[in-house]
């Protein structure tokens, strides 16, 4: 496993409605591993993720100072282009958000809007996609039929194959197996461990036996500051912070 940041956040803070959110965050996030950031509620843990592909550009009275390097370049900087940014990440959310549309079209939506046209491109990409997220033997007879008749587990993995049909860099999840049954998260949670040999990969996660099940590494986060970060069997398992020790034993929610 290589250890080469390919998110590099430095001296990064978020003020919302004057309120400080993040504090002054420093982390280096590994490539091509999985990494999930824990912390009670409310503790800046989706702040975070969001800040990973400016998706913080959309909330009202936000101020952000610092920077966020993905490979090695600023994407706050004021000359960057925020599509390109965003091109590069693959967002997976609480709940599954098909278009209202064909399977087939939800996984060629992205790929169409960057200039594939070919119907035999547009085929081979939505077949590959479909099987990487597992789905095409399910859904294979039935590509036009709407991706909102699929079951919320396999909506879900349909969004990741809409993502991944943009070729990004990076996956990025905010609790996206909270809606799930227990098979379609244990589904999910083995489609993020095979991801990582392709991808960069950071979740968010409230439950730490899933933390501990997929993630290579932990950051653990309390009142928007970062506590502890490490190989997640160190960080669950033998934490350095007392107040790591105190989350991981359930006395702090």
């Known amino acids: ?35 999930s950031i824990i912390g009670p509620s409310g503790c800046g843990k989706t702040t975070l993720l969001k800040s990973f592909n400016r998706l ?11 920077k966020v390097l993905v490979d090695g370049e600023n994407i706050y900087d004021p000359n960057v282009e925020v599509t390109h940014i965003r091109k590069k990440m693959g967002l997976l959310s609480q709940r599954p958000y098909p278009l209202p549309m064909s399977i087939y079209d939800n996984v060629a939506y992205g ?13 081979e990409l939505v077949e590959l996609q479909l099987k990487a997220t597992g789905l095409w033997n399910e859904v294979k ?26 070729e990004p860099e990076i996956i990025l999840g905010d609790e996206s197996t909270s809606a799930l049954d227990p098979v379609s998260t244990h589904i999910i949670e083995d489609l993020f461990i095979h991801l990582k040999q392709k991808y960069t990969i950071v979740l968010v996660t409230h439950i730490l036996r899933q933390a501990r099940r997929v993630s290579d590494y932990i950051i653990f986060v309390y009142m928007g ?20 020790r105190e989350y991981v034993k359930g006395f702090i929610s």
């Open 225 to 244: 500051k970062i506590i502890e970060f490490g190989p997640t069997e160190e960080v669950l398992l033998n934490p350095k912070e007392e107040l790591t």
């Open 111 to 123: 790929p169409r809007i960057h200039g594939i046209r070919k119907k035999s491109e547009l085929d």
């Open 141 to 166: 007879d039935r590509l036009n039929a709407s991706a909102t008749r699929l079951s919320i587990g396999q909506q879900q993995r349909l969004c990741l194959a809409r993502g991944l049909a943009v």
């Open 1 to 35: 496993m290589t250890n080469t940041p390919h998110i590099s956040v430095q001296d990064f803070n978020v003020y919302i409605e004057n309120q400080h959110i993040l504090k002054n965050i420093n982390i280096n996030i590994p490539n091509k591993s999985v990494t």
């Open 56 to 66: 913080l550009d959309n909330t009202a009275n936000v101020k952000i100072d610092g």
